[in-house]
């Protein structure tokens, strides 16, 4: 099971999940290159180890089990795991 | 006149019906954790506390203000997993700011303490005490249900030298049926890098409400399965304190063991907690807690938030009563709590 960064990151990118995440699965972090032009954080699913510290810690919820992915975000499991592609 | 003795007014200190005065805070400042040991959480989905019950950095450093002017000295940070908690070294330094604090100390699993040592120790922390159950890595993920023994390993090794660490400690919960294996190697690896390390038993706090007196493992019988190894000499406890110590007589170090439950250190106990959504507890196994968090959001003064700590201190229990029949464990786990 991995956890999935969705929509209401867009434009927060708060960035307080790659503080708590246990395997850096969560990138670009703020001082990686690209995090700049980065539209959102994502995580990597093969990574993840689904300890459920990143969705806790968002200050906008936008994590979630990928289990619980409301129907509307389906879509950013996806985008999250093109990301690592 | 008030009958109440001037003393007992002005003074500060947190006295209890037994006498006993509360100089050490154990802050959890988070329930949240990263890891799922077996005698701890369940590995279904945690409920974790509500968001908006858990206190903000605002709230904490106002109440650990207030421990501190009626007489708390050391802040023990700590949680769930306290580094899951974002931030936490911006709190630390505003808690080390705070008068009458003298010092910060942090219980971690160790997962994530390479990343953040170096601002902690920045931030104020000088001890910091590592969870760590077993040297074996297939063993460790079967205990925790990650397999992260790399990492915790990295992250005793940079909290060991970084030169603002004082004193880097092992807590290993002794467990029966597991901690027999794996006392020796821990005791090794502990020896082998110059760290205090401290057997736990384990007490009756997890989610799930499983523990059974038969679970424990007691100091007794694990000091007598290292000194089999290595021969130990008993040293002197020091007032308050969890552990008992005992050396190696080959000058290999030192040992600890916390027997919470075989041989019960309430007597000299000095220790409060405050749990991460701002409930005061007098005892780990109190039935009762005292709302902070709630006159603290209504508006309540300071002078108004020390009458409830200090009538909270005054009932403090004697001690826990696990062994007496009709014990029950208390509603919330450790992880809910704070270690």
Redesign the interface.
């Known amino acids: 099971m991995t956890y999935v960064i969705t929509e209401s990151c867009i434009g927060t990118k708060d960035a307080?999940c790659t503080?708590?995440c246990?395997?850096d699965c969560i990138h670009p972090t703020p001082d990686e290159d690209g995090y700049d032009q980065a539209d959102q954080l994502y995580i990597d699913p093969e990574e993840c180890?689904d300890?459920?510290?990143c969705a806790?810690?968002c200050p906008v919820d936008a994590i979630f089990?990928e289990d619980q992915v409301p129907d509307d975000l389906q879509s950013y499991i996806q985008k999250n795991a093109a990301h690592y592609a | 006149m008030d009958a109440t003795p001037t003393a007992a007014r002005t003074a500060p200190v947190l006295t209890d019906g037994y006498g006993r005065v509360a100089r050490d805070l154990r802050l959890s400042v988070t329930d949240v954790c990263n890891l799922r040991c077996r005698y701890c959480l369940p590995d279904e989905r945690v409920a974790w506390l509500p968001r908006d019950e858990r206190l903000d950095d605002d709230e904490t450093v106002r109440l650990v203000t207030l421990l501190a002017a009626l007489g708390v000295r050391t802040v023990r940070v700590t949680g769930g997993e306290p580094l899951a908690r974002p931030g936490l070294a911006r709190l630390v330094e505003r808690l080390a700011a705070i008068e009458g604090i003298d010092e910060l100390a942090l219980t971690t699993n160790g997962v994530l303490l390479a990343r953040h040592v170096a601002a902690l120790a920045d931030a104020g922390i000088s001890r910091i005490n590592v969870s760590l159950d077993s040297v074996d890595r297939e063993r460790f993920d079967a205990l925790t249900r990650r397999d992260l023994l790399p990492r915790v390993l990295e992250g005793i090794e940079a909290a060991r030298r970084h030169p603002g660490i004082r004193q880097v400690k092992l807590n290993a919960v002794a467990l029966r049926g597991v901690t027999e294996h794996e006392a020796l190697d821990l005791v090794a690896f502990a020896r082998a890098h110059d760290l205090q390390l401290r057997f736990i038993e384990v007490m009756p706090l997890d989610a799930a409400g499983n523990w059974k007196p038969t679970d424990v493992l007691t100091a007794e019988q694990l000091r007598a399965i290292i000194a089999r190894r290595w021969p130990l000499e008993p040293l002197e406890r020091e007032p308050s304190s969890t552990a008992r110590l005992l050396r190696f007589a080959d000058g290999g170090g030192e040992v600890g063991f916390i027997a919470s439950v075989s041989e019960p250190f309430c007597a000299d106990c000095d220790r409060l907690r405050l749990t991460a959504d701002g409930q005061l507890r007098t005892c780990l196994f109190a039935h009762g807690e005292t709302d902070l968090r709630g006159p603290l959001r209504a508006g309540a003064d300071d002078a108004a938030l020390a009458r409830v700590v200090r009538e909270a201190v005054a009932a403090k229990q004697w001690g826990h009563e696990i062994h007496r029949p009709g014990f029950r464990p208390p509603a919330r786990s450790m992880s809910a709590i704070g270690g």
Do not use: G, L, R, Y
């Open positions: 307080s503080e708590v246990p395997v180890i300890c459920d510290a806790e810690s089990s």
